[in-house]
């Protein structure tokens, strides 16, 4: 069997960015500019919770890179590198851990976010990852959860429900025709998270909070309202929604509210306030991924008020995923 040593220098060092000292010492050395700084965010995955154990390496390894690299955008924040634990089970593969560190190393590359320490070790269960992303933002203008104020307009990047719909597919939860095409789609965004790293300057700019959507839009959107004293109005019918999930909607419209709380869409969720609309709408498009306004902030401390295209209140059984 390998040692962990010969493990690091021969799946891991070849990625490690210059801070990373070729993962050869027992820390990492980051010079951050006198007008920045850092921000830090960690995310585990665990197999069975947020993956499956028979899924693909590299669909695997992106997932726990990007997830990461979702709350560096929402923050406004560029990346600046990742540290990576790894708990390996005893009966892994070296051919799954070249494929895993393969896709790794490519998306690092990808998103300009190099490795650059971390630790591994043999697990007693299941495989678990836990990255540890690092960004920097100018010095002040970092995006907050807790900004969001009474007359200042929702938006969500891309599209929503994709991924929920995506994890319905994989579970074979899903029994009525859908065009292939369309569940390719669906899976991709379960496997795949899209890191909204485009828009964290224009956030910087007009957002006054922003998270990203992880555990399903009702319930971030509540979170984020919670922390920042505030209430909302969300219309319903404004919600985006892509063609493969407007197919399902159309087969089973029940099928809405495991959309709204499902968790794993990892687009952007922000507040911008009314004279900045404009300017967000205009460079979020030219962005290539948008964003849509879905609704207005409120004076009050209770929840989200959701509404129908009759202007009917709409209620949820659940509010997001949740581990626990």
Not at 287 to 293: S, V
Request: aromatic residues 6%; contains cysteine.
């Amino acid at each position: 069997m390998i040692s962990e040593d010969d493990l690091i220098a021969r799946f891991f060092a070849p990625m490690a960015g210059q801070g990373g000292l070729g993962l050869r010492d027992d820390a990492a050395l980051l010079a951050i500019k006198p007008d920045e700084e850092l921000v830090v965010t960690t995310d585990a995955l665990a197999a069975g919770v947020h993956f499956f154990a028979d899924d693909p390496p590299d669909s695997i390894a992106r997932k726990a890179l990007r997830v990461n690299l979702s709350d560096l955008a929402a923050k406004g924040a560029n990346p600046a590198g990742f540290l990576l634990s790894l708990a390996l089970p005893t009966d892994w593969q070296q051919d799954w851990l070249t494929k895993f560190a393969d896709a790794l190393s490519e998306d690092a590359r990808r998103f300009a976010c190099p490795l650059l320490g971390g630790d591994t070790i043999r697990s007693p269960g299941d495989l678990f990852i836990s990255i540890t992303a690092l960004g920097t933002v100018p010095c002040g203008k970092m995006v907050p959860r807790t900004g969001a104020r009474a007359g200042d307009r929702i938006f969500v990047s891309g599209t929503i429900g994709d991924a929920a719909a995506g994890l319905m597919l994989r579970r074979a939860e899903w029994d009525k025709p859908l065009d292939a095409r369309a569940r390719d789609f669906l899976i991709d965004r379960y496997l795949h998270p899209q890191p909204r790293l485009a828009l964290a300057q224009l956030l910087r700019a007009h957002a006054s909070a922003a998270m990203d959507i992880s555990d399903g839009l009702v319930g971030d959107l509540t979170k984020m309202l919670r922390v920042s004293g505030a209430s909302a109005r969300i219309e319903l019918p404004r919600v985006p929604f892509s063609e493969a999930a407007r197919a399902i909607l159309a087969a089973n419209p029940d099928v809405l509210e495991r959309l709204l709380t499902g968790g794993d869409d990892y687009e952007i969720l922000c507040t911008v306030a009314p004279g900045a609309v404009e300017s967000f709408e205009r460079e979020a498009g030219a962005a290539a991924i948008g964003g849509t306004q879905i609704g207005e902030v409120s004076d009050g401390d209770g929840p989200p008020a959701f509404h129908d295209a009759k202007g009917r209140p709409v209620s949820f059984r659940r509010g997001s995923f949740s581990h626990f």
